[in-house]
């Protein structure tokens, strides 16, 4: 069977055209591989534990980010945070299918990856290619797969550059702030994406070898 790629969608000869990316939903649970767009990290400054009286917050916007928690668990959380009309249910215990916090990881312009690691045209190929263990790269999203019907332009994921933010921060986010869902992966590469980040953060590290007996 013949296979094509343009640009984000992958054509079988004889098969509808398969979308690599699906447009987000809103006001529903966020999902594995979604994409958002100005997401604010915040973070205690250790500074100011010390030297003043006042607790200061230092904020990062991150361009676009990814998200990295389980569907099951980010269903779970969300059924329990929410009513069938997608208002937050009054509850004061933990009830085991909340989860505190979502993990996630940046997502940059491929081309500004490439000039920020300084990518030649021997290592360029193989990350685009996804066959280099720490990157992930993205084709462009056609505004048609895209929440916002924006498109997004070719993306790389930096598997090193993780983080987590609350849960219920994350959906204040989209309510109150610029934070935007965009899109999330159809299920194939769904399961390429979350294999290569499994092998990629269970890593073990083995000691150095002396050479001594």
């Known amino acids: 069977m013949a296979k094509t790629e343009v640009k984000n969608k992958v ?3 004889g098969v509808n055209d398969i979308s690599i990316f699906r447009s987000a939903v809103s006001g529903t649970a966020f999902r594995y591989s979604e994409i958002l767009s100005n997401v604010s990290e915040r973070r205690v400054n250790l500074k100011s534990l010390t030297t ?4 200061e917050i230092d904020v990062r916007i991150h361009p676009y980010a990814i998200i990295l928690t389980p569907d099951c668990d980010l269903d779970w959380d969300f059924n329990t945070r ?3 009309d997608g208002k937050p249910q009054s509850h004061t215990e933990f009830n085991g299918k909340e989860i505190p916090t979502i993990l996630l990881c940046e997502v940059i312009e491929a081309q500004m990856l490439k000039a920020k690691y300084d990518l030649n045209s021997k ?5 685009r290619k996804n066959n280099n263990q720490r990157y992930h790269f993205f084709s462009s999203i056609e505004p048609e797969n895209d929440f916002h019907e924006e498109g997004l332009p070719e993306l790389a994921i ?4 993780y983080f987590t933010i609350p849960t219920a921060e994350l959906y204040w986010q989209i ?5 935007k869902r965009h899109s999330w992966l159809s299920c194939a590469y769904l399961e390429h994406l979350s294999h290569r980040f499994g092998n990629f953060i269970s890593r073990v590290a083995l000691p150095a070898y002396s050479g001594r007996t």
């Open 11 to 13: 054509i079988l000869s």
């Open 52 to 55: 003043s009286s006042d607790i």
């Open 158 to 161: 930096d598997f090193k550059r």
């Open 82 to 84: 929410f009513d069938a």
């Open 123 to 127: 290592t360029w190929p193989i990350v």
């Open 175 to 179: 309510e109150s702030e610029n934070c």
